[in-house]
Structure formats: C-alpha cells, structure tokens
C-alpha cells in the first residue's frame, strides 16, 4: 500500500515506512530481510505456516488476534471510515441502512461498521456477537460483499456492484479519488503493530511481508 509497503511494479523497489520499519528491525537483529507480498485473506495463513517470519502490513491489533499472535508496541494508530462514489448521495453512517458495503477478506472492518452503526442507532443491534459475527451472514440493516484485495473492491465501487468500500482511513486514502469521498464518521480506533512468528527464528534471515504490487492511482483532496 502506498505509504505503508509498496512493490513499484516497473523496479521491483519495495518502499514506504513499513518498508523502513522491517529494514531497521533486520539490522538490529543482525539478519537480511526478505520482503513476500501479502493480501489481508492471505498475511495469517503466511504466518501461521512459516513462510514468512512476521507482518507488516497494516495489521492492526484485536483481542481475538492476540490469542494467536504477539504483538510489538504499536507503530500506527488508525480509524475505519468508509469511502463512496459522491453520486451515491452517502455522507453519513445513517445513509448505508440496507446497503451492500465491500469489505477485505479478513479485516474486522465490516464488523467494526456493523457496531459503530449500532452505537448510532442506526441498527437496533439484535443479534450481533462481536465475537462470532460473520459479515458473509450478516444481513440486519448492511449486508457485506468480501473481496480479495483493495483494487477489486474498488473496482465494484466503481461499477455500482456495492454502495460503499468500508477499511482503514490510511488504505482508503489511496482510493479517494475525484468524485470520491469518505463519509462523515470515523470509528474504530486501531493500533497497527508486528506480529512474529512464536517460533524463533532460526537462520541468520528473516521474511517479512507487505502489500501486493498494484498500481494505485494518489488520492486527491
């Protein structure tokens, strides 16, 4: 992601401040770093396998992935909100009763909006379990569409496939271009941080992951 971990698809050139981040964190460690571009559906199955030794990706910290994974101190603080197509006349939490909103394979974004509409009264809340909630069956005043990475959600956007593109304020940067502009709410306050394997690390090396090579147009105020 532009910013945060970014493959320049002409150069090959890895570049941004998680780029910086796992550069200094290798030589502290006295290792050579190896950069694998991760998707949010893809980044914990990495992990998890041993293929890549930590993330930095724009990972935030939840309680439920603390039961899987540590966490370094915090590096980032950021906020959910959600981006629409000005055309769709969408300018508050209020507005997306019964719309379809596209979400990444894998965030909590879709249940971080889910509670703030319910915090705001727009949904009465019956039924949501912040910790079983499933967006692909949530279906009481939003539904979700999940998508694989960012382009194609707003892609979707786009063509009028969803009404809204709901992730972190920073990712949605990318895509708040002209005609474009995110809604008047922001929620969800998250700490973005690194988290390693639990196993040590063996090998004077480590792997670390970032966002996917895609061109990604700047956004524009």
Do not use: H
Not at 93 to 100: E, G, N, Q, S, V
């Amino acid at each position: 992601m532009l910013g945060f971990g970014y493959q320049d698809p002409v150069t090959g050139e890895y570049s941004g401040m998680e780029i910086s981040l796992a550069e200094k964190l290798a030589e502290q460690l006295g290792v050579d770093v190896e950069f694998t571009t991760v998707t949010a559906a893809t980044r914990t199955e990495l992990l998890d396998s041993g293929d890549i030794d930590c993330v930095l990706a724009t990972f935030t910290i939840t309680d439920e992935r603390k039961k899987s994974w540590d966490f370094t101190t915090p590096y980032y603080t950021d906020y959910v909100t959600v981006l629409v197509e000005d055309s769709s006349g969408i300018t508050t939490l209020a507005d997306l009763k019964d719309k379809k909103v596209g979400v990444s394979s894998g965030s909590t974004s879709a249940r971080a909006l889910t509670e703030a509409m319910i915090e705001d009264g727009v949904l009465s809340g019956d039924g949501f379990d912040k910790e079983t909630f499933d967006p692909s069956l949530w279906t009481d005043g939003v539904s979700f569409q999940q998508y694989d990475d960012y382009p194609s959600i707003s892609t979707a956007l786009s063509a009028g496939q969803i009404d809204a593109f709901c992730v972190d304020k920073s990712i949605l940067a990318v895509y708040k271009t002209e005609g474009r502009s995110c809604i008047d709410a922001q929620f969800a306050p998250r700490n973005m941080a690194l988290p390693p394997r639990r196993i040590p690390i063996s090998p004077p090396t480590a792997t670390i992951s970032s966002r996917p090579a895609w061109p990604m147009e700047p956004s524009r105020d």
